[in-house]
């Protein structure tokens, strides 16, 4: 977590706890980790990763699976080369 806040203001890094809320660990050990390593391999900073993942818009995207969820409890909206993992709340 320290190392995701490190290079943000007080306020950025707020905005960052907001969406941190948001995720799931997955296959990580913390969701600080996931979002470091999904931006690193994006090339982009985590804050405008972290942004763009919560502004999804998934109009027009298609869902796998269409109804309920994949075995891992998931579902991906895919919209060109973009995609967002959701899981039930």
Known sequence: ?????????????????QYIS?????????????????ANRKGIEPLKYLRK???FNKK???RVPKTGYRGDSSAVY?????????RPD
């Open 22 to 38: 948001e995720w799931d660990t997955a296959t990580y050990t913390s969701v600080a980790q996931s979002i470091l390593d999904h």
């Open 78 to 86: 895919r919209k060109g080369n973009e995609y967002l993992i959701v």
């Open 60 to 62: 027009g995207a298609i």
């Open 1 to 17: 977590m320290i190392q995701l806040l490190e290079s943000y203001t007080s306020a950025e890094a707020a905005e960052i706890q």
């Open 53 to 55: 993942a919560h502004n």
